[in-house]
């Protein structure tokens, strides 16, 4: 790879989470129930796995279903399930042929039992894949994920023998390596569809440093031009992680230079 092309790729952001909002707005619209929009949102998630292949993305997680959706109406809730128990299925060969590895994060333990079926198919069908991880967070929560990662550390700390030192050290990387999520890269870019500006609990940890871009098209009607605005507007930001701007600058500059040494 040349050291231009090094270049372009800083600016290929490696995680991009999605909040896949206004499904029920888009059907609305269109005079159809909400879950059709549901249904024509998991046609998006669908295309949405090939725009990030080819714009050479390494993980998108996309907010299936939050700790606080269990509040809808049941009816909702079930066709969701069925949504996913029916789609996932599907998708399989297609992960298959595309080296694409599925995973979740959330509590999906109470879902029913033919969604976790699927779940279980497509993770271990796909376990393999290496070229893109596609996360759907279900059942997820981003404090939630916390609190457990908390609770596990507790847990351990009461095993501990100084416990003074086990408190005294504890760090963010380690609380982190409480939260059990093997794999997860830090988020660069989340975006949130359907003109809502909000995080709604996705992300909490791992968006400490995210890009945060947000898109006024219904997720129904979400476009591979829609996703490659989202990106360019990515590439032009400058990613300081609390340096100076100075910093950021300097070290653009040595880095593809040491990289082409
Ligand atoms: C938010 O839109 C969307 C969801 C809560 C569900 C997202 C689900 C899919 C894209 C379909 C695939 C299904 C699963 C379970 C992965 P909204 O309903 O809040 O829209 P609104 O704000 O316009 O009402």
Redesign the pocket.
């Known amino acids: 790879m040349s050291s231009s092309e090094d270049q372009l790729n800083q600016h290929v952001p490696q995680h991009v989470a999605i ?10 619209a269109q005079g159809l129930s ?1 879950l059709e ?3 024509q ?2 046609k ?2 669908r295309d949405v796995i090939q725009w990030a292949l080819d714009a050479g993305i390494k993980q998108v997680s ?5 700790t606080e ?1 269990w509040k ?1 109406p049941k009816l ?1 809730v079930a066709g ?2 069925t ?2 128990a029916t ?1 996932l299925p599907l998708e399989i060969s297609r992960m298959q042929d595309k080296d694409v590895r599925f995973l979740t994060l959330g509590d999906t333990s109470k879902f029913p039992w033919l ?1 976790r079926k699927a779940l279980e198919k497509a993770k271990n069908a796909t376990a393999k894949n290496t070229t893109m991880d596609l996360i ?1 967070c ?1 059942n997820y929560g981003g404090q939630q994920e916390i609190v457990d990662g908390v609770r596990r550390f507790c847990l351990s700390w009461d095993e501990a023998e100084d416990k003074a030192k086990t408190l005294a050290e504890l760090s963010p990387e380690i609380l982190y390596s409480f939260m059990q999520r093997d794999g997860v890269l830090p988020v660069d870019l989340l975006i949130r569809t ?1 003109g ?1 500006k909000r995080i709604s609990n996705f992300h909490l940890w791992d968006a400490a440093y995210a890009e945060l871009y947000f898109s006024d098209t ?3 009607a979400y476009s591979r031009d829609d996703l490659t605005q989202a990106l360019d507007d990515y590439a032009s930001r400058e990613r300081r992680f609390g340096k100076t701007s100075e910093q950021v600058q300097i070290e653009e500059k040595v880095i593809p230079e040491e990289k082409s040494a």
Not at 19 to 28: C, E, H, Q
């Open positions: 909040i896949m909002d206004g499904n029920g707005r888009w059907a609305k909400r929009g549901h249904k949102g998991a998006r998630l996309l907010y299936g279903f939050s959706n809808r909702e969701l399930m949504l996913l789609i969604a759907l279900l359907g809502e219904n997720w129904p």
